[in-house]
């Protein structure tokens, strides 16, 4: 069955048959983590660094790095019982959605998602980020494998 995981969204399966998917990342980066041994898989689609100050990101977790990246990997390890240190993780999007891109979004989630993984003592294991291309993701639970669709960023 298809998990389709829309802007800071997360989803979590350990179900074999299961495609976890995410469309269209341009600025947005997806994590993604895959645990072998356990046969879980996850996906979080993070649409920007961190919350303005005077925002509750509570109620959408995932639309933030700062508390996307930790919150998949927790609920990984505390309800599936994965391990941090045999995770497989992959970081893909980050792209330049425009060409005078002034704010730089997709640069600045793809350097904050770095150093988050990076202070869980967690290793990115493939990175398919920035450029200006959109990308499409679909990760099979079976074996954490995920084919990426690539189409130019057209604005």
Do not use: W
């Not at 341009?26 to 925002?55: D, F, Q, R, W």
């Amino acid at each position: 069955m298809d998990k389709i995981v829309g802007i800071g969204e997360y989803a979590i399966s350990n179900r074999r048959e299961d495609i976890i998917k995410t469309f269209a990342l341009a600025s947005c980066v997806a994590v993604t983590a895959y645990s072998p041994s356990k046969g879980v898989a996850g996906m979080v689609h993070i649409a920007l660094p961190s919350p303005p100050h005077n925002e509750d990101s509570s109620i959408s977790p995932g639309y933030y790095a700062v508390t996307g990246v930790p919150l998949l990997i927790n609920k990984m390890c505390t309800v599936y019982g994965c391990t941090t240190d045999e995770l497989k993780i992959g970081l893909y999007g980050g792209a330049n959605s425009i060409r005078e891109d002034i704010f730089k979004i997709g640069k600045k989630n793809v350097v904050t998602v770095k150093n988050i993984l990076q202070n869980m003592n967690l290793l990115i294991d493939i990175a398919e980020i920035g450029n200006t291309l959109s990308r499409t993701l679909a990760m099979d639970v079976s074996t954490g494998k995920v084919k990426i669709t690539l189409l130019p960023i057209t604005i």
